[in-house]
């Protein structure tokens, strides 16, 4: 064997470290923002198993304690991979999302599998939803005719929380959508804005995809209610939700998600009514919000509500951000007003994002605390899902609109699906592991949220 010089084998090192490096990225080329968006993708995807033998096909390993990821975190991961796949054109992940997305479905075609119901809140079915919707407005493959499609999916989510059993009847929280599905499950009495507005969130895409105005009808009576129980501010905070009977102690907590999927409604609503003016306030107001509240740190993503010293967030909080970004930019398609206001942020945000991938074994894993500059060592799918979504926004703006039932999409729907009568089918016998993880989420937010909350008032 021939004996290699040292200062050959040090330039082969430094060679391969750099191979190796941080993730690096030009956000004014978008070439430069597909490859690193691919790097990225492919790093999220090291934490699913799901197409391995022994794993669940669509979901991340847990719920906890067998894993970090309740079932939500699944549905959220194909959302953000259906958005990047649109996006950056890469379609190589194609069949991995429809295996997932089609595994879950469960057997009433309403992503509500019986395996999850045991901790089922109507924001969690609702993120598979909108997994579903995504697909119907990107024109992702339909399934064969003799499976559930896209927008039937949704649609059935959608119908089942329309439904009385989901919902609160009388009094002050007349009409508010319950956190959780079970009553059994503790955030039954919880009317809270996330289950509220994903409703909504659904039913202005439903509207623009179907035409079908009831959706909007729904969606736009579900803003009121948010508005009217003060969840949203008259400054456009957005809070985090209150409990029965009155739903008139609220829980001041506010997290990027839920602000965003009012926005990405709103601009719906915005855009199917074609620029009504009280529907271009709130999409303005929300907008500026999300910036006041969400990028006051220089312009970069931070979560007011856990992220602050000694703040923790959870791996649920440590994802959100992903999702504020894909949605502001999905706001900017629907409603273009915004483009001057918003790319700048998400631009600013986006790099601080990439900046701190540096972490793992390949040197680019990314982290949570964005505004430090520096990789934090957290890790985690959430993480990695909010650099692609980051870099994902980036480009939105400049690919197709989400499509509708009269300008190319092919999903077929069901008006009908999720409407029959016996759609909480009798509890299934619940596992420790189960019961423990539901509850563990609940008592998290909740004491997490109000701690914040105490934390913020009391400074
Ligand atoms: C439900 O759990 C069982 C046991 O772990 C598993 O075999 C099955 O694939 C799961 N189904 C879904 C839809 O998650
Ligand atoms: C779009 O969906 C609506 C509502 O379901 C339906 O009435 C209409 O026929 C559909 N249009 C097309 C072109 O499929
Ligand atoms: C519109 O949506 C409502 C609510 O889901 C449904 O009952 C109705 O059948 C739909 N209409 C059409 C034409 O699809
Ligand atoms: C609605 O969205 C389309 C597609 O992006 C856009 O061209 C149009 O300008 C939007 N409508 C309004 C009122 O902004
Ligand atoms: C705009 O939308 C609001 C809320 O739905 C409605 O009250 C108002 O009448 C609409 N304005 C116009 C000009 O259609």
């Given amino acids: 064997m021939v004996r290699l010089p040292n200062t050959l084998l040090a330039a082969c090192g430094l060679l391969a470290r750099r191979a190796l490096g941080a993730l690096e990225v030009n956000l004014d080329d978008q070439a430069s923002i597909k490859a690193a968006a691919a790097l990225v993708a492919e790093d999220l995807l090291t934490f699913y198993h799901g197409d391995e033998p022994g794993w669940v096909p669509g979901i991340l390993p847990g719920p906890p304690p067998d894993g970090d990821y309740y079932w939500w975190q699944g549905g959220a ?19 991995i999302i429809s295996t997932a997305l089609l595994f879950q479905v ?10 999850w119901t045991a ?37 059935a989510v959608f119908n089942e929380q329309t439904h009385i059993d ?28 996330v289950a509220n507005a994903c409703y909504f969130n659904m039913g202005a895409r439903l509207h623009r995809y179907t035409g079908n105005q009831t959706y909007a009808d729904l969606a736009e009576k579900t803003w009121d209610l948010i508005e009217r129980l003060g969840y949203v501010s008259d400054k456009f905070d957005v809070y985090d939700g209150a409990h029965l009977p009155d739903c008139t102690e609220i829980n001041r907590a506010q997290f990027s998600y839920n602000a965003a999927m009012l926005l990405q409604g709103a601009s719906f609503m915005f855009n199917t009514t074609n620029g009504n003016s009280t529907w271009k306030a709130r ?36 994802s ?11 706001s900017i398609q629907m409603a273009p007003f915004l483009y001057d206001e ?15 991938c540096t972490g793992g074994a390949n040197g680019r894993m990314c982290g949570f605390h964005w505004t430090s500059g ?52 009798t509890f299934a016998p619940i596992t420790t592991g189960d019961k423990a993880g539901a509850s563990i989420l609940t008592i998290l937010i909740i004491t997490g949220a109000l701690s914040a909350f105490a934390w913020m008032s009391l400074d």
């Fill in 342 to 356: 918003l790319m700048p942020t998400l631009k600013t945000s986006a790099a601080a994002g990439v900046k701190q």
């Fill in 166 to 193: 989901r919902r609160v009847e009388g009094g002050n929280c007349d009409w508010g959508l319950r956190w959780q599905v079970y009553r059994t499950n503790n955030g039954f009495d919880y009317i809270n804005t």
């Fill in 283 to 318: 999409v303005q107001g929300m907008a500026d919000g999300i910036k006041r509240v969400f990028f006051a740190q220089n312009g970069i993503a931070y979560e007011p509500s856990c992220e602050p010293p000694p703040g923790k967030c959870n791996s649920d909080m440590q």
């Fill in 119 to 155: 901790s089922m809140g109507n924001d969690d079915q609702a993120f598979w939803a909108y997994a579903g919707l995504l697909a119907a407005e990107t024109g992702f493959t339909d399934p064969p005719a003799d499976q559930p499609q896209w927008l039937a999916l949704a649609q």
């Fill in 374 to 425: 520096v990789y934090d060592g957290l890790t985690g799918a959430g993480l990695q899902m909010n650099v692609l979504g980051a870099l994902t926004a980036l480009v939105m703006p400049t690919v197709s609109a989400p499509l509708t039932n009269t300008t190319g999409g092919t999903s077929k729907g069901n008006p009908d699906a999720g409407q029959d009568k016996t759609q909480l089918p």
């Fill in 106 to 115: 469960g057997p009433n075609n309403d992503f509500m599998p019986p395996n």
């Fill in 320 to 330: 959100y951000r992903g999702f504020m970004h894909r949605w502001m930019a999905n």
């Fill in 77 to 95: 991961m194909w959302g953000a991979l259906l958005d990047y796949r649109h996006t950056m054109g890469d379609k190589q992940f194609d069949d």
